[in-house]
């Protein structure tokens, strides 16, 4: 595999970004990814760019809306791994789409590997690394006896309403544990 054919970006110059600076750099870095796609794809759109997805997906190509999403938490809390692994990720998926064949391409197929691979001169990554906590709509903590589970609002209502949802891994019933449970074994233990 080659080098990274994107600037590497300083980590600490992002990490001395304030908000409005460091969007700016994010639509800076798609730019680039797309210039470098234009030069194998010279009729490729360009894409637009929203900061407007939420929980554990850091990206996403939004063929209906025409553009990239991507998830302002986890950018924020992973500047250089997202610039450098995320925006090039996306912009893949991007210009497989936009292939003649792009509609039959399995998501994460040959094309997309090929592109990770060749064009940009990165791993193939399907999934990101990136600690979710912060960046996730699952609030409601769930337990079974070997560890915790979080559930969306959807998932912990269908529970309220009756559903029973086991662990995957030691097959208990996951119960809920409340904010106020947590606190008191937190002080009491």
Do not use: I
């Amino acid at each position: 595999m080659r080098r990274p054919t994107l600037p590497d970006p300083s980590p600490e110059w992002l990490a001395s970004l304030d908000e409005a600076t460091l969007h700016q750099a994010l639509l800076a870095r798609v730019e680039a990814a797309w210039q470098l796609c234009c030069q194998y794809h010279p009729d490729l759109p360009r894409p637009k760019v929203w900061c407007d997805l939420r929980g554990k997906c850091a990206g996403q190509a939004h063929y209906g809306r025409g553009g990239l999403r991507f998830n302002p938490v986890l950018y924020a809390e992973n500047r250089h791994a997202f610039l450098t692994e995320v925006v090039p990720h996306e912009m893949a998926h991007w210009l497989v789409r936009h292939l003649r064949d792009g509609r039959q391409a399995k998501p994460h197929g040959h094309e997309w590997r090929t592109v990770m691979e060749r064009l940009f001169g990165l791993e193939a990554n399907v999934t990101h690394s990136f600690d979710t906590r912060r960046a996730s709509p699952t609030p409601y903590r769930y337990h079974c006896g070997c560890q915790a589970h979080f559930f969306t609002s959807r998932r912990h209502s269908l529970a309220r309403k009756g559903r029973r949802y086991r662990c995957l891994s030691c097959a208990e019933t996951l119960v809920y544990q409340s904010f106020v449970e947590n606190e008191k074994r937190a002080t009491n233990g």
